[in-house]
T-cell receptor, first 113, second 112 residues
Framework: DAGITQSPRYKITETGRQVTLMCHQT?????MFWYRQDLGHGLRLIYY???????DKGEVPDGYVVSRSKTENFPLTLESATRSQTSVYFC????????????FGSGTRLTVV | QKEVEQNSGPLSVPEGAIASLNCTYS??????FFWYRQYSGKSPELIMS????GDKEDGRFTAQLNKASQYVSLLIRDSQPSDSATYLC????????????FGSGTRLQVQP
């Protein structure tokens, strides 16, 4: 299917476990982004990538790791999950960093217990 | 000071009225401005973009930008109950060298 897909849609994990959220886009967009959305904070940028093997930190990168070995995939890993990482995570993609809007995936609701 | 500020609402308007949503931003170097609509439990959806001062119309939506006042707004004419959602303002700060920064959103309720 064309577009941007995230998996899983829902995930419950325990504190201290490693968890990876997946993101795949079919448009060959150069830029991909990970945001988290929390009540009262809106969308906050975690990491973004300008191309394969090029990543950069956003506003809230601590506790997260990203990689981008292929243009179409941009997984986000929580190395040791904490309760404060309970959130809704959105992946997005775009042709540019700021000239065009971003298209978002459907999100992953992560609960850390 | 937050980079992008919005009143959280809820903003309640009757069906058929004009809804006016406002957003201010702090970085004078901001270049591109976007409005997203987000239904409860769904992902943000891009509805408007604006890059230069003035008004931009698309159907029932009008985006307004005033860079001198660092202010961007979204007008929704003939509001419908289906417009009830959270509207997010997004800005590209630092002359486009940084990723989109989002406001916390304004919740709009259109009363039938």
């Amino acid at each position: 299917d064309a577009g941007i897909t995230q998996s899983p849609r829902y995930k419950i994990t325990e504190t201290g476990r490693q968890v990876t959220l997946m993101c795949h886009q079919t448009w060959s967009h150069s830029y991909m982004f990970w945001y988290r959305q929390d009540l009262g904070h809106g969308l906050r940028l975690i990491y973004y990538s300008a191309a394969a093997d090029i990543t950069d930190k956003g506003e809230v990168p601590d506790g997260y790791v990203v990689s981008r070995s292929k243009t179409e995939n941009f997984p986000l890993t929580l190395e040791s999950a904490t309760r404060s990482q309970t959130s809704v995570y959105f992946c997005a993609s775009s042709e540019s960093l700021g000239n065009y809007g971003y298209t978002f995936g459907s999100g992953t609701r992560l609960t850390v217990v | 000071q937050k980079e992008v500020e919005q009143n959280s609402g809820p903003l309640s308007v009757p069906e058929g009225a004009i809804a006016s949503l406002n957003c201010t931003y702090s970085d004078r170097g901001s270049q591109s401005f976007f409005w997203y609509r987000q239904y409860s439990g769904k992902s943000p959806e891009l509805i408007m973009s604006i890059y230069s001062n003035g008004d931009k119309e698309d159907g029932r939506f009008t985006a307004q930008l005033n860079k001198a006042s660092q202010y961007v707004s979204l007008l929704i004419r003939d509001s419908q109950p289906s417009d009830s959602a959270t509207y997010l303002c997004a800005v590209t700060p630092d002359t486009g060298r940084r990723a989109l920064t989002f406001g916390s959103g304004t919740r709009l309720q259109v009363q039938p």
